[in-house]
Antibody
Framework: EVQLVESGGGLVKPGGSLKLSCAASGFAFSSYDMSWVRQTPEKRLEWVAYISSGGGSTYYPDTVKGRFTISRDNAKNTLYLQMSSLKSEDTAMYYC??????????????WGQGTTLTVSS | DIVLTQSPATLSVTPGDSVSLSCRASQSISNNLHWYQQKSHESPRLLIKYASQSISGIPSRFSGSGSGTDFTLSINSVETEDFGMYFCQQSNSWPQTFGGGTKLEIK
């Protein structure tokens, strides 16, 4: 059974930093591209980071570029999201999500249960 | 960025009704459009990929259609377990974007 379990969320002051983790199991993690997607309190979904299976390619939207860094440790079956210079608008539930492992498929076939980040003074 | 506009924002229906949810793209995205269901306090679940392709384990009452800029998710005879939020997502170009969602609620 595919499982994605996020952790590391919490309350952070504006300008602060936090690192999220996503532990993967039930599939060959190193063969799959992965992403982080967030859901705002208003329920809007926003993709925030992508990493290829080997970690060699990463993409970010302009809203987080330069502030967020996605990485992975395939030996530990774990995905990470390092977030810095946090703003109130980064407040959201953060999900890790898997992309299918065939040819440039950028939809999400499995999602974790999410971890909540609140940015507030 | 490609903007996806979902309508209606809220749809109130009675179990047994058949419904159609719309997702319109700001520019052509071919068939690179996917649908997700999200029930209260749960994470999203993939329902339909590439506009009309079914997903293993998803009931056959869910179907998708469309290409280019106009897409539809249809639910044939809504069941009580179907109530929740529905989102579309495009993977035609970066950044991947989502629609604002349609809330399917019980009338």
């Amino acid at each position: 059974e595919v499982q994605l379990v996020e952790s590391g969320g919490g309350l952070v002051k504006p300008g602060g930093s936090l690192k999220l983790s996503c532990a993967a199991s039930g599939f060959a993690f190193s063969s799959y591209d992965m992403s982080w997607v967030r859901q705002t309190p208003e329920k809007r979904l926003e993709w925030v980071a992508y990493i290829s299976s080997g970690g060699g390619s990463t993409y970010y939207p302009d809203t987080v570029k330069g502030r967020f860094t996605i990485s992975r440790d395939n030996a530990k079956n774990t995905l990470y999201l390092q977030m810095s210079s946090l703003k109130s608008e980064d407040t959201a539930m953060y999900y890790c999500a898997r992309h299918p492992n065939y040819g440039n498929s950028y939809y999400f076939d499995y999602w974790g249960q999410g971890t909540t980040l609140t940015v507030s003074s | 960025d490609i903007v996806l506009t979902q309508s209606p924002a809220t749809l109130s229906v009675t179990p047994g009704d058949s419904v159609s949810l719309s997702c319109r793209a700001s520019q052509s995205i071919s068939n690179n459009l996917h649908w997700y269901q999200q029930k209260s306090h749960e994470s999203p679940r993939l329902l339909i990929k590439y506009a009309s392709q079914s997903i293993s384990g998803i009931p056959s009452r869910f179907s998708g259609s469309g290409s280019g800029t106009d897409f539809t998710l249809s639910i044939n005879s809504v069941e009580t377990e179907d109530f929740g939020m529905y989102f579309c997502q495009q993977s035609n170009s970066w950044p991947q974007t989502f629609g604002g969602g349609t809330k399917l609620e019980i009338k």
